[in-house]
């Protein structure tokens, strides 16, 4: 193992901040892809189907570690996990469809901090459950 002092971590520290502000800059940095609005996501292709135990509590959960959204600055992909809880009341989310409707945000530019709120309305109004919880774990 090295060992560096503190007064070498800060040398060191300092040459690599002088050399990444001097350096020449890279046609790469400072690119930002094309990024989709909210107008693309589709929330009217979530299906749903009767269910046949309204009023009995059951919790329903559905994870994926599939959903892709991009950084509303730069364009690159942000990749998460999703874990989606709700207690039905008259309708069940049909999955295929949920599938479709998370793809349908591959190319949106949103934090996602607001990417939750807005799927959590969009299955709210579809569902219309007695209770729904939406978490996401974003790298």
């Not at 942000?78 to 945000?105: G, H, M, Q």
Request: charged content about 25%; overall charge negative; hydrophobic content about 40%.
């Amino acid at each position: 193992m090295v060992r560096k002092s503190p007064e070498e971590l800060r040398q060191a520290w300092e040459e690599y901040d002088r050399w990444l502000k001097e350096r020449q800059r890279q046609p790469w940095e400072g690119a930002r892809f094309d990024v989709d609005g909210p107008d693309a996501i589709t929330p009217e292709i979530i299906e749903t189907f009767p269910y046949w135990y309204q009023g009995s509590g059951a919790v329903i959960t559905v994870e994926t570690d599939e959903f892709v959204s991009v950084c509303p600055w730069s364009g690159l992909p942000d990749f998460a996990r999703l874990t989606i809880e709700y207690v039905p009341d008259a309708a069940c989310i049909e999955l295929k469809s949920l599938k479709y409707y998370l793809y349908s945000w591959r190319n949106v530019g949103m934090f996602y901090e607001h990417i939750i709120n807005k799927l959590l309305q969009d299955l709210v109004d579809v569902a219309q459950p007695r209770w729904l919880k939406v978490a996401g774990e974003f790298n």
